[in-house]
C-alpha cells in the first residue's frame, strides 16, 4: 500500500493550498481517509476525515469552516483545500487511510499513512 501526499509549500496568511494523496495497493473506495497534522514538538492531531463515499466528513474546529476534504473515488485520490491559512497551521500533514466506515480522529485506527508534506504559512 502506498499514499503518496503532495500539494505542500509556502504560503502567506491567508492563502490557500490543494494537498492531493494518491493511494495504491488498496481498495480506495473501501477505506476512510483522513488527514492528520504534526507540528514540530507536539502530538500528531486530526485534522478531517471523508467516509467511504464521501457522503459524510468530520473535522476538527480549528479548521472548520476553512478546510474541504474531498475525494475522487475513480482516481484514488482525496483531497484537503485549505482555505485562510494561519501560521499556526504550519506542520507536516499526512494522509490516512481505516479499513473501518467510521470517520475517527484517532491516529491508532489509522492503518496506512504517507510520507507527509509541508505546509508552511508566514505570517
Known amino acids: 500500500v502506498q499514499l503518496q501526499a503532495s500539494g505542500g509549500g509556502l504560503v502567506q496568511a491567508g492563502g490557500s493550498l490543494r494537498l492531493s494523496c494518491a493511494a495504491s495497493?488498496?481498495?480506495?473506495?473501501?477505506?476512510?481517509m483522513a488527514w492528520f497534522r504534526q507540528a514540530p514538538g507536539k502530538e500528531r492531531e486530526f485534522v478531517a476525515g471523508i467516509s467511504w463515499s464521501g457522503s459524510s466528513t468530520r473535522y476538527s474546529d480549528f479548521v472548520k469552516g476553512r478546510f474541504t476534504i474531498s475525494r475522487d473515488n475513480a482516481k484514488n485520490t482525496v483531497y484537503l483545500q485549505m482555505d485562510s491559512l494561519k501560521p499556526e497551521d504550519t506542520a507536516v500533514y499526512y494522509c490516512?487511510?481505516?479499513?473501518?466506515?467510521?470517520?475517527?480522529?484517532?491516529?491508532?485506527?489509522?492503518?496506512?499513512w504517507g510520507q507527509g508534506t509541508q505546509v508552511t504559512v508566514s505570517s
Open positions: 490516512a487511510a481505516d479499513a473501518d466506515n467510521y470517520v475517527s480522529s484517532n491516529h491508532v485506527r489509522y492503518d496506512y
Open positions: 495497493g488498496l481498495t480506495f473506495s473501501r477505506h476512510v
